[in-house]
């Protein structure tokens, strides 16, 4: 069981970029998943997530309107679509599995964004 973040890197405020996470050894489309971020000195924030179907999504207040999530289950990846880029979403972004009982049981390694101009 494994997830692969991938497409971070170092953009101007206002810019954008697209997150990929790639899910292998087990049935993707069974599952949750979820996008956390953790910016430097701080603690892991929850971002979004969307349901194994793809139909719902949830996300933190502060990043509606700019991240968007979205899967494709034939591919067996998770994206993170990135608007409107500010320096407080700079962070470490991972992908994890949503638990059926509640919370997340599969982390990827994270992929940096950094946003600065």
């Known amino acids: 069981v494994q997830l692969q973040a991938s497409g971070g890197g170092l953009v101007l405020p206002g810019g954008s970029l697209t997150l990929s996470c790639a899910a292998s050894g087990f049935t993707f489309s069974d599952y949750w998943m979820n996008w956390i971020r953790q910016a430097p000195g701080k603690r892991l924030e929850w971002v979004s997530n969307?349901?194994?179907?793809?139909?719902?999504?949830y996300s933190k207040d502060t990043v509606k309107g700019r991240l968007t999530i979205s899967r494709d289950n034939a591919k067996n990846t998770l994206y993170l679509q990135m608007n409107g880029l500010k320096p407080e979403d700079t962070a470490v972004y991972y992908c994890a599995r949503g638990a059926p009982a509640g919370g997340m049981d599969v982390w990827g390694k994270g992929t940096q964004v950094t946003v600065s101009s």
């Open positions: 969307i349901s194994n179907g793809g139909r719902t999504t």
